[in-house]
């Protein structure tokens, strides 16, 4: 199910995820070096990402754009669980699960951690 | 008449039957035949209520309900209308709530679904232990499929540590049956019935049955290929890890953890039901369902 443009995706998000504050492209690339990416590359990859929800970009220093995950990875595994066990509404039938395993208060909780943000 | 007197006796029964059979014990013998019992139920229900509609409303006209209905809509054009039109306005509206009510359940689940999928591409990782499955890195045991033309079955890390490579084993085919059957695609009519009828107690009734013999009919399949011991046991270690929820004061039992010792129930050693019995069960289903088919085909 991973094609190159996806994997390339999952590469970018962990690069922004491990630094932790706002980079410019060519950081990413940099970061990416081993895989001899084009700067343009990159950029298409971290604007897919930005279309798709996943990334913020803001003006940085210069003319350069920055880029920045919405979200933790932690956050993004959270809101997966909770598809998973059907907690919100309309979810329902989005997937079909094995068991529940998780308690109602401890779900509670997720769902109003994730409200908050 | 004569047509609104069959379709009233087929709603009654629908209707009557169902209260019953939501409840009942023996379907779990044959999950197959009983979802398939449920789709021809829900189809002739849906059909005897916009039938019945028109039916009365086209009553003047003294034709099959296509002949009048097409009678009806010429006058109504020429202006010439009754007060029995309300009846057929009615009827073709609720034909085009469920429809919409269909498509419209439908789109919602394939957007979460979407979403889902772009999140899973950037966080599940495959692992050696899993082949065939993602996983995602936290605690809790669960385990479940993405429904789609390429469903992909995901187990979080917990999941992975919590149970032995049988009860692993057995957990995938549940879930690749879930995804092989598309088992989604059965869901959804009646998660829109439920959409549309939101106040009616019976429509989530039904929903949750049908559901539960989804569930019943990937047990069976996994319990064929890996064993119904495995099975059972990763379905307890499943829900043990639920905590108690005393905390809170006395909280009922919820429908998952019915669903979960009815599961258990079946797996422990409920005989699957006779070949003559099933096959009964199908053709009376196929008999009710032609009665309002063929009021609105003919």
Same mark, same amino acid.
């Given at each position: 199910m991973v094609n190159r443009l996806g994997e390339l995706e999952r590469a970018a998000m962990d690069v922004l995820w491990d630094r932790g504050e706002p980079v410019a492209v060519r950081e990413v690339v940099r970061a990416l070096s081993d895989r001899d990416l084009a700067y343009t590359t990159v950029m298409t990859v971290l604007n897919r990402l930005v279309k798709k929800g996943f990334v913020r970009r803001e003006a940085g220093e210069g003319r350069a754009w920055y880029y920045a995950p919405v979200a933790s990875r932690e956050e993004y595994v959270a809101r997966l669980m909770l598809d998973a066990l059907s907690l919100t509404g309309d979810r329902e039938t989005a997937l079909a699960h094995f068991a529940q395993s998780m308690s109602a208060p401890e779900a509670e909780a997720l769902s109003q951690a994730l409200d908050e943000r | 008449m004569n047509a609104a007197l069959h379709l009233v006796a087929t709603l009654a029964l629908c209707t009557v039957v169902a209260g019953p059979l939501a409840g009942a014990r023996w379907v779990w013998r044959a999950p197959r035949t009983g979802i398939l019992l449920w789709q021809m139920l829900g189809l002739t229900w849906v059909m005897s209520v916009v039938g019945l509609l028109l039916a009365l409303g086209l009553a003047p006209y003294d034709a099959p309900i296509p002949v009048a209905l097409g009678r009806w809509v010429a006058d109504a054009v020429r202006g010439d209308v009754t007060p029995l039109a309300v009846l057929v306005v009615l009827g073709l509206l609720s034909a085009l709530d469920l429809l919409i009510g269909l498509l419209?359940?439908?789109?919602?689940v394939l957007r979460v679904r979407r979403r889902h999928r772009d999140v899973l591409a950037l966080v599940a990782r495959r692992d050696?232990? +899993? &082949? @065939?499955a993602l996983v995602l890195d936290h &605690?809790?045991?669960?385990a479940y499929c993405v429904p789609s033309a390429r469903s992909v079955v995901v187990l979080s890390s917990g999941a992975l540590t919590a149970l032995t490579k049988d009860q692993l084993d057995a957990v995938l085919g549940h879930e690749h049956a879930h995804g092989r059957e598309r088992h989604d695609l059965v869901l959804l009519p009646f998660s829109a019935l439920c959409a549309v009828l939101p106040k009616v107690r019976l429509v989530r009734s039904v929903a949750q049955a049908v559901a539960l013999l989804v569930e019943m009919r990937a047990d069976e399949s996994a319990s064929l290929r890996h064993g119904a011991v495995p099975l +059972? $046991?990763?379905l307890r270690r499943f829900s !043990?890890?639920? &905590? &108690?929820? @005393? +905390?809170l004061g006395?909280?009922?039992?919820? !429908?998952?953890?019915? $669903?979960?010792e009815a599961r258990l129930d079946r797996l422990a050693g409920l005989p699957p039901l006779p070949p003559v019995l099933r096959w009964s069960v199908l053709v009376a289903g196929l008999v009710l369902v032609s009665t309002p088919a063929s009021f609105l085909v003919f």
């Open positions: - | 419209w359940t439908w789109w919602s050696d232990a +899993a &082949p @065939g &605690p809790h045991v669960v +059972a $046991a990763a !043990a890890v639920r &905590p &108690p929820e @005393g +905390a006395a909280v009922a039992l919820g !429908a998952a953890d019915i $669903a979960v």
